[in-house]
């Protein structure tokens, strides 16, 4: 049986929910057809030996479940919503993962890997091939190199650790493979590799996602927010967007911790209708959004940069129309019945209103659609069969 080690940071169930929802769900795919391994690396300070060692996850719900498995729930108006989360401490933590670690020794190639992924470039710091038959670079986006011209401080460190992992890929992956088409064509773009070095995967759907479900719940006039509370999702123009929904909207529903600054939390709540009734999960299952998705009316999802866009693709596949930005890649993922926004208010918040006030919306239809344009059938064996070697499509190239 092919082994398969994914690389992964020795904490990476406690950082970076969307990529580790994205490792957590290729892990999924793969295990029923291959020995599916986590590993990482250490380097002791001033010592060049590099330790490897398996991850093995004690608590197997964690990894169906993006490492979570409770939910913190806040409700009230949005005034009170924040207060509750200042008293809890500002941060829903982690229930603990309990990874054991098994070292293996200073040779990787003691550990029989036929495929090795490396689920990130900022995880790079080696510049020699590393040992193994064949070997692929996972990139996310190439947002940090293009911050780091903007902005100081940690993107323009984040975007260094970036550029190292994309040179290693350049020079010593087999394949690079992007998770959307437009991230693909930005490492073409911006980051000298040539088409023909670039692949991308079909948009990974959560494991959860890909079977019908039984849940019927009923849809309420609530608007849900996926994982909003980030400067990148566009969230300055959140509260004027859920308020163009009018006197209809009876609620607002969110999910996803703060990677905002605390005055932008609390801009964020205060520029929100005063008495809105709110329902905030800092930390949420699967079990959890799922429901969010099927209650909402939509979802809104005005980002301003994405790699793919995983909300979208979960909302649609619960029936749920989404609101996002004319861009790629979340156009590119945007069904019938969903809709773009123009970055002009006025319409924007027309766009909003229309959609929310929309009678006998076919839920089930765009559910249906979903499924077939995302391919849930055969997705697993597609992703496989591709990271197994098989011909990739190249990206591409925006004409000069």
């Given at each position: ?42 380097r ?20 169906k ?35 054991w ?86 490492l ?35 608007i849900?927010l ?30 996803g ?22 329902e ?6 699967s079990?959890?959004?799922?429901r ?35 861009a ?18 006025a319409?924007?918040?027309a ?46 190239v925006?004409?000069?």
């Open positions: 049986m092919t082994r398969i080690g994914i690389l992964v940071q020795p904490d990476f169930l406690e950082h970076h929910v969307g990529v580790r929802n994205y490792m957590l769900t290729l892990y999924q795919y793969l295990v029923p057809k291959a020995d599916v391994r986590f590993l990482s690396y250490y002791p300070p001033h010592n060049p030996t590099t330790n490897w060692y398996w991850l093995h996850v004690q608590n197997p719900g964690i990894l479940d993006n490492g979570v498995t409770e939910d913190w729930r806040l409700t009230g108006t949005p005034l009170s919503v924040l207060e509750q989360y200042h008293a809890g401490g500002g941060h829903p933590g982690h229930v603990p993962t309990h990874i670690y098994a070292q293996f020794g200073p040779r990787l190639e003691t550990g029989n890997i036929d495929v090795l992924i490396i689920s990130n470039p900022w995880l790079v710091d080696f510049t020699d091939r590393l040992p193994v038959p064949r070997q692929i670079g996972i990139v996310y986006d190439a947002i940090p190199n293009r911050y780091c011209l903007t902005e100081g401080g940690k993107p323009f460190t984040f975007a260094s650790q970036h550029l190292n992992g994309f040179r290693y890929f350049r020079s010593h992956c087999d394949d690079t493979l992007a998770i959307s088409e437009a991230s693909s064509v930005d073409v773009d911006l980051m000298r590799f040539t088409p023909d070095q670039v692949g991308w995967l079909p948009p990974i759907v959560p494991v959860d996602c890909l079977k019908t479900t039984s849940v019927k719940t009923k849809r309420s006039n609530t849900l996926a994982s909003p509370l980030d400067r990148r999702k566009g969230l300055v123009a959140m509260p004027r967007l859920v308020a163009a929904a009018g006197p209809k909207l009876e609620g607002l529903k969110m999910y911790a703060v990677r905002c600054s605390p005055d932008e939390l609390t801009t964020f709540f205060r520029e929100l209708p005063r008495n809105l009734p709110v905030w999960y800092p930390r949420a299952t079990k959890t959004t799922e969010l998705f099927r209650e909402a009316k939509l979802t809104l999802f005005p980002s301003l940069n994405e790699g793919l866009g995983l909300p979208l693709i979960e909302a649609q596949l619960r029936g749920c129309p989404v609101v996002t930005r004319n790629r890649p979340m156009s590119d993922l945007t069904l019938g019945g969903s809709c773009l926004l123009t970055d002009e208010p319409k924007d918040a766009i909003v209103r229309e959609l929310f006030e929309t009678e006998r919306f076919d839920h089930a239809g765009l559910e249906t659609q979903a499924r077939e344009f995302f391919h849930t059938a055969t997705l697993p064996d597609r992703v496989f069969r591709q990271l197994q070697g098989r011909p990739l499509p190249c990206a591409v925006r004409a000069a």
